[in-house]
């Protein structure tokens, strides 16, 4: 599972929804301070809210507890009348992520199964949410909230493969939750035994929306009408809620009405309240607690079966997307722009923490507590990077009564052992992405300017540590280097003309998505610049970045 669009609007300087669209290496690129380090931010921000329900962080763990001043200083114009919205959207890959609902099903078919139940009273199959949705997209509204004099998720929104799916909403002024808004149309909330119903309701006056209808029903057995019933999961929330009204149409509406519709309220129910953490959310990694529901005595009856299969489905709508980005999240290295050069007096730590990665400290950590594999692919890449250094091991030492710290680097040069103080320093610099990159395997890598203080050919060589490296991690790259563009670019044309050097794996155009950030009167704007097959770009670079050789070479 990795993120493959992000869409911010209102935070930092995007006013304006601009959406990020990732890749498995993905280049942020444009002038200072125009917000590439704020598409970092916004997602290790998000962090902060799901793990530790923060909305209004004083700190960000990933960014090394780094003081930041609140919503306040991430609201655009830090104006907090503004919300803002962070969609963020997941790829399975065919993987399957974290699911509720199968204990429940594999009771119910279990007791369906054994006809332990009459006809009289019917139960459910639901479909996992999780197991059919190959692409979810997640929205959060973030306000501010006077009354609590700190921030909240507002509203959250959930899509599976495009479609809406649900909404739960939150009180800016209480800590009241509810489910305000639901998809009954959408594939994921009808049964899979959906037909059973429909011939237990067949020649009542029960009223079913067309969608309802299977295709080899007699549409003269059914009362059918355009805002009906959609399921028998829509009936069993009904009955069991006594609140569910389905919203009027467009067409309903009077004038007024029509000046504040929203395309989502076609979806709007009266609200079911959830038991949700201050912050608007649910707890995490358990199923939803749904106080506005009429909950059951446990018992091998249809009523607690259906209960349970519904509570299971909210629970895969709203808490199991949270997880899964979460654990995306919580698995991602976040390397800051400037990063430790370790000297004589540096002292290592035996346990890594997410926001060592920050000043890069947690690759010399791990690099102190490895000898083997972690050292030698490290080292591999120093080399392929034309460096001059190695990672020491305990025979490059010359004498165990003069060192009594391994010094990290042997340098090749003078065959020594060294400390990083001792060489250039950007090999220092460029370490905690090569640690990162053999050693994060899942979620994001990224970094904030890679390119400080290395050579040129070094920065080109970068581009084939993104692109050879063997990690399921996506890199995530704020950086102003040509030099790296052009070899990814290079990579890109010998696949197509198959002229790769032999081992190399092939570099896909798609696999690579550029992001040129500029500043304009409605805040950042964001670009994404393609590459053809040939690597060539396929527009032009905005204001003329990358045109610098040229002019000085005029």
């Excluded at 079913?208 to 399921?231: M, Q, R, T, W």
């Excluded at 709203?318 to 654990?327: E, I, M, Q, S, T």
């Excluded at 393609?530 to 070479?553: A, H, I, V």
Aim: aromatic share 8%.
């Amino acid at each position: 599972m990795r993120i493959t669009k992000l869409s911010l609007t209102n935070f930092k300087s995007f006013k304006q929804e601009q959406t990020i669209e990732f890749a498995p290496v993905t280049l942020l690129f444009g002038p200072n301070s125009v917000g590439k380090s704020s598409v970092i931010l916004s997602l290790f921000y998000l962090q902060e809210v799901l793990s530790k329900g923060q909305a209004n962080p004083s700190r960000i763990n990933a960014l090394k507890s780094k003081q930041l001043g609140g919503f306040l200083s991430l609201v655009h114009g830090k104006n907090l009348s503004n919300d803002i919205i962070i969609k963020v959207e997941l790829d399975k890959l065919g993987l399957i992520g974290k699911s509720y609902l199968s204990e429940a099903s594999e009771l119910t078919q279990v007791i369906i199964d054994d006809d332990s139940l009459s006809l009289d009273e019917p139960a459910f199959l639901m479909p996992s949410v999780v197991e059919n949705s190959e692409r979810v997209e997640l929205e959060f509204t973030i306000a501010w909230s006077a009354t609590l004099n700190s921030a909240k998720v507002k509203s959250y929104r959930v899509w599976s493969d495009g479609n809406f799916l649900g909404e739960l909403s939150s009180d800016l002024n209480q800590s009241s939750s509810s489910i305000s808004r639901l998809n009954f149309k959408h594939s994921l909330l009808r049964p899979e035994n959906h037909k059973e119903w429909l011939n237990v309701i067949e020649n009542t006056d029960y009223p079913i929306s067309p969608e309802a209808l299977e295709h080899d029903s007699k549409i003269d057995n059914f009362v059918v009408e355009d805002n009906g019933c959609n399921s028998f999961f829509q009936f069993y929330l009904e009955e069991k809620s006594d609140t569910v009204i389905r919203p009027k149409s467009y067409d309903e509406l009077d004038e007024d009405q029509k000046k504040e519709y929203h395309s989502l309220d076609a979806y709007s129910v009266m609200p079911i309240s959830v038991n949700c953490r201050k912050v608007g959310l649910p707890d995490l990694n358990q199923v939803m607690d749904i106080a506005g529901l009429y909950k059951p005595d446990i018992g091998l009856n249809a009523e607690y079966l259906n209960y349970l299969q519904m509570q299971s489905v909210f629970t895969e709508i709203f808490v199991a997307p949270l997880d899964n980005l979460l654990a995306i999240l919580e698995q991602s290295a976040n390397i800051g722009p400037l990063r430790t050069v370790p000297d004589p007096n540096f002292i290592t730590k035996s346990e890594t923490e997410q926001k060592d990665w920050y000043d890069g400290r947690a690759a010399w950590d791990l690099l102190a507590a490895d000898r083997s594999e972690l050292s030698t692919n490290v080292s591999t890449w120093l080399n392929r990077l034309g460096s001059g250094c190695r990672v020491t091991h305990p025979n490059d030492m010359p004498s165990a009564d003069i060192v009594t710290q391994a010094p990290f680097l042997f340098d090749e040069n003078s065959s020594l052992p060294v400390w990083p103080s001792e060489l250039g320093v950007g090999i220092s610099q460029v370490i905690p992405l090569v640690v990162a990159a053999n050693t994060v395997r899942k979620g994001i890598v990224a970094i904030e300017q890679p390119e400080l203080h290395i050579h040129p050919r070094i920065q080109t060589e970068l581009g084939d540590l993104l692109t050879q490296i063997k990690s399921k991690a996506n890199f995530l790259i704020e950086t102003h280097s040509e030099h790296l563009v052009l070899r990814l670019r290079k990579r890109v044309r010998q696949t197509t003309d198959e002229e790769l050097p032999e081992g190399f794996k092939p570099v896909d155009k798609d696999y690579i998505s550029i992001v040129y950030f500029e500043p304009s009167d409605e805040g950042a704007i964001a670009r994404r610049i393609k590459l053809d097959e040939d690597g060539e770009f396929t527009s032009k670079w905005p204001q003329g970045f990358f045109s610098e050789r040229r002019e000085e070479y005029l």
